[in-house]
C-alpha cells in the first residue's frame, strides 16, 4: 500500500508519507513555507495549518476524518491556555495517517506577502535579515570542555542549519544566565544577510522568546527625517513617526551644510552628533510609543542622499560639494548601528544603509528604485521625488537614468512669504473663480471650502501643495501671465491684486481681524516656485534628451508631498512633461517605502544592489542642455515645449503684464543656480 498523499494549499506541493509524519516534517522535506520558532516543540504556534476534509476531485484525492491524527495534549493545552482558532492544528503535532490536504493560512507562511498601501505598489515578501530561533542546547561536559557559545553555535547548525555564527559581548554576557534560566532551551536572534555565509547572534532568552523583533526603516531627508516601526515577523507598520533634521539649524539646504563644514573646522562632527542624537530620539520616541521594548529593535535600515549619508556616517562631505562630486563609498553599507549612534535600541543591533546611485543621486533615489523598480517598468516611466532636491528616474525595462536637481525648499512651503509646512491651519487646496478672480480655499484640519457658511477655521499660512495650487490657479484665472509676473489691480480687475513696491502680490485671506496672518502670494513667492519648478523640469527633460525621447508615458510623483500635489495644477505650473492627467501617479514616500522592503526581504537590498549599477546616472550641476532646459521652463507652463495633454483640459488666458511681456530679472537663466546635493 503506498504512504498518504499530503498536499498543501496554496503552494500546490505533494508528497506522499508514511503514517504518524508530523506535518511540519512534511512541508518542510517538500519546500513547503510553514514557520516555526520552537522547532516542532508545540509552544509557539507559528506552524498553524488548516486541514480539508471531502472530496477533491482536484487534486484526485478524499479525505476522510482520521487523516489527521487526534488532538493532542499539547495542542488541547495551547488551545486551552491561548486559544486555537475554529478549524486550526498545530503541524508539528497534528500527524499523517491519510491522504490530506492542507492549507497554510497567510500567518503561518514565513514568506508572506506584506500588502502595501498603494494599490499599484507590488506586495513585499517577507525574509528579514533578523529572525528568531529556539534550540535546544546540549549542557556542558567536564570530559568534553566547550563553551556556551560553541555549543550554541553546533545547536543552530544541527536543529536550524543555520551558521557558522559569531556573537558580541552583549550577546556573550547574556547567553550563560539565558541557558541556565531556560534549562538549556533558549530563543536566538541571528542576522545573517543575503549573500553572507557570516551570521551574527543578536540577542538570547531563556525558553521561547514571544516579545517581538522589531527593525526601523528611516527615510533620512534634509529637512525632516520620517521612521516607521515594523514588526520583523510579519512586516506590519506598528507606529511611524518624524521630526525636523537638526541639521537645519547649520543650514536649510545641503551645500550651506557643506558650506559650514568648510568654514568651520569640526563642524562636520558637530552635525554628525547631530543628526544622530535625532535619529536616537526617534528610535527611542517611536518604540515607546508603539508599546514596544527599544531593545527588541534589531534592525535599521536608512535611506538618505549622498551629503546626509556622509554626515550620518561621520565622513567629511565637503568632496560632494564639487565635482567630479567624489563619494567615499558608494556601496550599501552593513555595520552595528551603535556606530551611527543608536544607543537606545538593542546594543547588538544592526544598521543597513542603501547603496547611493553617485555623488549626487543618493541612497533615497535607490530607494525609490526599489520601491517602483521603474527597470521592470513596460512603459517609460518619470519619477520624481520631490523634496529639497528632487530625485528623478526615468527609465522601463530597457535601461534606467537618474539625476538629481536642486528644487530648494519652495515646493516644501520653505522661502515662501506665507510659506509653512503642511501642518494643521495651512492652506492646502485653493480655487481661484477666473470671472470673479475671487478665491476659495482649504485648510490642513478642516473639510469644508472657505466659502462654506460653516467654516470658521483661521488659515495660519500655505503649505507646499497650496502654493502650487495658488501659483497654477493665478495662471489659469489670468492674474499672472506666463513669464510669472503677477498683475495690477488695473490690469487683473481685482481690488485682491495689491501694489508692493514695483510689483504685485495677491491677496489669497486676510485674517488679522481674527488674529491671524494675511496671506499673500508675492512676485518673490512666484520667483521661488518658477525656480523650484524649472529645476524639476530641467532635470527630466536632460533624462528625456539623454534617452532621445519627447515624451514619457506616465509620472510618478513620490515623496509625502508628492501624494498632495493635484496632477492638473502640476502640469499648469510645467512641473512635470506633458502626459495625459491620468497618468500622473502618487507613490506617496516611495523612499520609506523602500527603506520598509530592504528591511523586510533581505533578497531586496541585493536587488537594489546589483540595480544601481546598472542606473545610468546624470549630473545636472555640469551639463550645459540643463541650464538651457532651465531657462525655457521658467515660464509657466513652458516657453518652447508644447503641452498638448493640457491644453485639452485647460485654456490658459492670454495675458501679458510686463512692458515687454517679460518677467523683470529675466527669465531666471542669469541668476546663479547653487547644487543642493
Ligand atoms: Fe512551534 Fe509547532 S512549530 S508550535
Same mark, same amino acid.
Given at each position: 500500500?503506498?504512504?498518504?498523499?499530503?498536499?498543501?494549499?496554496?503552494? +500546490?506541493?505533494?508528497?506522499?508519507?508514511?503514517?504518524?509524519?508530523?506535518?511540519?516534517?512534511?512541508?518542510?522535506?517538500?519546500?513547503?513555507?510553514?514557520?516555526?520558532?520552537?522547532?516542532?516543540?508545540?509552544?509557539?504556534?507559528?506552524?498553524?495549518?488548516?486541514?480539508?476534509?471531502?472530496?477533491?476531485?482536484?487534486?484526485?484525492?478524499?479525505?476522510?476524518?482520521?487523516?489527521?491524527?487526534?488532538?493532542?495534549?499539547?495542542?488541547?493545552?495551547?488551545?486551552?491556555?491561548?486559544?486555537?482558532?475554529?478549524?486550526?492544528?498545530?503541524?508539528?503535532?497534528?500527524?499523517?495517517?491519510?491522504?490530506?490536504?492542507?492549507?497554510?493560512? $497567510?500567518?503561518?507562511?514565513?514568506?508572506?506577502?506584506?500588502?502595501?498601501?498603494?494599490?499599484?505598489?507590488?506586495?513585499?515578501?517577507?525574509?528579514?535579515?533578523?529572525?528568531?530561533?529556539?534550540?535546544?542546547?546540549?549542557?556542558?561536559?567536564?570530559?568534553?570542555?566547550?563553551?556556551?557559545?560553541?555549543?550554541?553555535?553546533?545547536?543552530?547548525?544541527?536543529?536550524?542549519?543555520?551558521?557558522?555564527?559569531?556573537?558580541?559581548?552583549?550577546?556573550?554576557?547574556?547567553?550563560?544566565?539565558?541557558?541556565?534560566?531556560?534549562?538549556?532551551?533558549?530563543?536566538?536572534?541571528?542576522?545573517?544577510?543575503?549573500?553572507?555565509?557570516? =551570521?551574527?547572534?543578536?540577542?538570547?532568552?531563556?525558553? *521561547?522568546?514571544? +516579545?517581538?523583533? @522589531?527593525?526601523?526603516?528611516?527615510?533620512?531627508?534634509?529637512?525632516?527625517?520620517?521612521?516607521?516601526?515594523?514588526?520583523? &515577523?510579519?512586516?506590519?507598520?506598528?507606529?511611524?513617526?518624524?521630526?525636523?533634521?537638526?541639521?537645519?539649524?547649520?543650514?536649510?539646504?545641503?551645500?550651506?551644510?557643506?558650506?559650514?563644514?568648510?568654514?568651520?573646522?569640526?563642524?562636520?562632527?558637530?552635525?554628525?552628533?547631530?543628526?544622530?542624537?535625532?535619529?536616537?530620539?526617534?528610535?527611542?520616541?517611536?518604540?515607546?510609543?508603539?508599546?514596544?521594548?527599544?531593545? *527588541?529593535?534589531?534592525?535599521?535600515?536608512?535611506?538618505?542622499?549622498?551629503?546626509?549619508?556622509?554626515?550620518?556616517?561621520?565622513?567629511?562631505?565637503?568632496?560632494?560639494?564639487?565635482?567630479?562630486?567624489?563619494?567615499?563609498?558608494?556601496?550599501?553599507?552593513?555595520?552595528? =548601528?551603535?556606530?551611527?549612534?543608536?544607543?537606545?535600541?538593542?546594543?547588538?543591533?544592526?544598521? @543597513?544603509?542603501?547603496?547611493?546611485?553617485?555623488?549626487?543621486?543618493?541612497?533615497?533615489?535607490?530607494?525609490?528604485?526599489?520601491?517602483?523598480?521603474?527597470?521592470?517598468?513596460?512603459?517609460? =516611466?518619470?519619477?520624481?521625488?520631490? +523634496?529639497?532636491?528632487?530625485?528623478?528616474?526615468?527609465?522601463?525595462?530597457?535601461?534606467?537614468?537618474?539625476?538629481?536637481?536642486?528644487?530648494?525648499?519652495?515646493?516644501?512651503?520653505?522661502?515662501?512669504?506665507?510659506?509653512?509646512?503642511?501642518? $494643521?491651519?495651512?492652506?492646502?487646496?485653493?480655487?481661484?473663480?477666473?470671472?470673479?478672480?475671487?478665491?476659495?480655499?482649504?485648510?490642513?484640519?478642516?473639510?469644508?471650502?472657505?466659502?462654506?457658511?460653516?467654516?470658521?477655521?483661521?488659515?495660519?499660512?500655505?503649505?507646499?501643495?497650496?502654493?502650487?495650487?495658488?501659483?497654477?490657479?493665478?495662471?489659469?484665472?489670468?492674474?499672472?501671465?506666463?513669464?510669472?509676473?503677477?498683475?495690477?489691480?488695473?490690469?487683473?480687475?481685482?481690488?485682491?491684486?495689491?501694489?508692493?513696491?514695483?510689483?504685485?502680490?495677491?491677496?489669497?485671506?486676510?485674517?488679522?481681524?481674527?488674529?491671524?496672518?494675511?496671506?499673500?502670494?508675492?512676485?518673490?513667492?512666484?520667483?521661488?516656485?518658477?525656480? &523650484?519648478?524649472?529645476?524639476? @523640469?530641467?532635470?527630466?527633460?536632460?533624462?528625456?534628451?539623454?534617452?532621445?525621447?519627447?515624451?514619457?508615458?506616465?509620472?510618478?510623483?513620490?515623496?509625502?508631498?508628492?501624494?498632495?500635489?493635484?496632477?492638473?495644477?502640476?502640469?499648469?505650473?510645467?512641473?512635470?512633461?506633458?502626459?495625459?492627467?491620468?497618468?500622473?501617479?502618487? &507613490?506617496?514616500?516611495?523612499?520609506?517605502?523602500?527603506?520598509?522592503?530592504?528591511?523586510?526581504?533581505?533578497? &531586496?537590498?541585493?536587488?537594489?544592489?546589483?540595480?544601481?549599477?546598472?542606473?545610468?546616472?546624470?549630473?545636472?550641476?555640469?551639463?550645459?542642455?540643463?541650464?538651457?532646459?532651465?531657462?525655457?521652463?521658467?515660464?509657466?507652463?513652458?516657453?518652447?515645449?508644447?503641452?498638448?495633454?493640457?491644453?485639452?483640459?485647460?485654456?490658459?488666458?492670454?495675458?501679458?503684464?510686463?512692458?515687454?511681456?517679460?518677467?523683470?530679472?529675466?527669465?531666471?537663466?542669469?541668476?546663479?543656480?547653487?547644487?543642493?546635493?
Amino acid at each position: 500500500m503506498t504512504d498518504p498523499l499530503v498536499i498543501f494549499t496554496p503552494s +500546490g506541493k505533494r508528497g506522499h508519507f508514511p503514517v504518524g509524519t508530523p506535518i511540519l516534517t512534511a512541508a518542510r522535506q517538500l519546500g513547503v513555507d510553514l514557520d516555526s520558532v520552537c522547532g516542532g516543540r508545540g509552544i509557539c504556534s507559528k506552524c498553524q495549518i488548516a486541514p480539508s476534509y471531502g472530496d477533491f476531485p482536484k487534486h484526485g484525492v478524499t479525505v476522510s476524518d482520521g487523516a489527521l491524527s487526534e488532538w493532542n495534549d499539547v495542542e488541547a493545552r495551547y488551545d486551552r491556555v491561548r486559544g486555537l482558532k475554529e478549524g486550526r492544528r498545530l503541524g508539528c503535532q497534528a500527524k499523517v495517517m491519510g491522504d490530506i490536504v492542507v492549507d497554510v493560512p $497567510p500567518e503561518s507562511q514565513v514568506h508572506k506577502q506584506v500588502v502595501r498601501k498603494a494599490a499599484s505598489a507590488k506586495p513585499i515578501t517577507m525574509d528579514p535579515a533578523t529572525r528568531l530561533v529556539m534550540i535546544d542546547v546540549v549542557e556542558p561536559d567536564m570530559h568534553e570542555p566547550s563553551g556556551d557559545l560553541e555549543r550554541v553555535a553546533d545547536a543552530l547548525r544541527d536543529q536550524w542549519d543555520i551558521g557558522p555564527v559569531t556573537a558580541r559581548l552583549p550577546v556573550l554576557k547574556a547567553l550563560q544566565p539565558a541557558l541556565r534560566k531556560g534549562q538549556w532551551q533558549i530563543s536566538v536572534a541571528v542576522h545573517h544577510p543575503a549573500n553572507s555565509d557570516k =551570521a551574527q547572534i543578536v540577542g538570547v532568552w531563556p525558553g *521561547l522568546h514571544e +516579545g517581538g523583533l @522589531y527593525g526601523l526603516a528611516v527615510d533620512l531627508g534634509s529637512t525632516t527625517i520620517a521612521a516607521h516601526l515594523c514588526d520583523l &515577523a510579519d512586516g506590519s507598520v506598528l507606529a511611524s513617526s518624524g521630526l525636523m533634521n537638526p541639521q537645519i539649524r547649520f543650514g536649510e539646504d545641503l551645500m550651506s551644510r557643506v558650506s559650514y563644514v568648510m568654514m568651520n573646522p569640526g563642524g562636520d562632527a558637530e552635525m554628525t552628533g547631530a543628526v544622530q542624537d535625532a535619529l536616537n530620539t526617534l528610535a527611542v520616541e517611536i518604540a515607546t510609543e508603539a508599546g514596544v521594548d527599544p531593545n *527588541l529593535i534589531f534592525e535599521t535600515v536608512i535611506v538618505c542622499n549622498p551629503v546626509m549619508h556622509h554626515l550620518l556616517l561621520g565622513i567629511d562631505p565637503v568632496e560632494l560639494g564639487q565635482a567630479p562630486f567624489a563619494l567615499a563609498t558608494s556601496g550599501s553599507l552593513t555595520m552595528d =548601528a551603535r556606530e551611527i549612534g543608536l544607543t537606545g535600541i538593542a546594543p547588538t543591533a544592526q544598521a @543597513y544603509l542603501l547603496p547611493c546611485i553617485a555623488g549626487h543621486v543618493g541612497a533615497d533615489a535607490a530607494a525609490v528604485a526599489l520601491a517602483e523598480e521603474p527597470n521592470n517598468s513596460n512603459d517609460l =516611466a518619470l519619477i520624481v521625488d520631490v +523634496g529639497t532636491n528632487a530625485e528623478i528616474l526615468l527609465g522601463d525595462t530597457n535601461g534606467v537614468l537618474a539625476c538629481s536637481s536642486p528644487t530648494g525648499p519652495a515646493f516644501e512651503g520653505a522661502q515662501i512669504s506665507a510659506g509653512q509646512r503642511a501642518a $494643521p491651519g495651512a492652506i492646502e487646496r485653493i480655487e481661484i473663480n477666473p470671472d470673479t478672480k475671487e478665491p476659495r480655499f482649504r485648510v490642513i484640519g478642516s473639510d469644508l471650502w472657505s466659502d462654506d457658511p460653516a467654516f470658521d477655521t483661521v488659515p495660519t499660512g500655505i503649505c507646499g501643495s497650496g502654493i502650487i495650487e495658488a501659483v497654477a490657479e493665478m495662471r489659469m484665472a489670468g492674474l499672472l501671465d506666463a513669464s510669472g509676473l503677477i498683475g495690477s489691480a488695473e490690469a487683473t480687475g481685482t481690488s485682491r491684486a495689491e501694489p508692493t513696491g514695483r510689483t504685485h502680490a495677491y491677496l489669497i485671506h486676510d485674517a488679522t481681524d481674527q488674529g491671524g496672518p494675511r496671506i499673500t502670494v508675492t512676485q518673490g513667492d512666484i520667483r521661488a516656485i518658477q525656480l &523650484a519648478k524649472s529645476a524639476l @523640469y530641467a532635470g527630466a527633460r536632460l533624462l528625456m534628451d539623454q534617452r532621445g525621447v519627447e515624451k514619457v508615458d506616465r509620472v510618478v510623483l513620490a515623496g509625502a508631498f508628492g501624494a498632495h500635489i493635484s496632477p492638473k495644477h502640476a502640469m499648469v505650473l510645467g512641473m512635470i512633461p506633458d502626459v495625459p492627467l491620468d497618468k500622473v501617479q502618487s &507613490a506617496g514616500n516611495a523612499a520609506g517605502h523602500g527603506a520598509r522592503i530592504a528591511l523586510c526581504n533581505r533578497a &531586496a537590498r541585493t536587488r537594489i544592489e546589483e540595480t544601481v549599477h546598472n542606473i545610468h546616472k546624470v549630473e545636472t550641476a555640469i551639463e550645459p542642455k540643463f541650464q538651457e532646459h532651465f531657462v525655457n521652463a521658467n515660464a509657466i507652463p513652458h516657453a518652447t515645449d508644447p503641452f498638448p495633454e493640457l491644453e485639452q483640459v485647460v485654456t490658459l488666458p492670454e495675458v501679458a503684464f510686463g512692458a515687454s511681456g517679460s518677467a523683470p530679472g529675466g527669465a531666471g537663466g542669469g541668476r546663479r543656480r547653487r547644487r543642493r546635493g
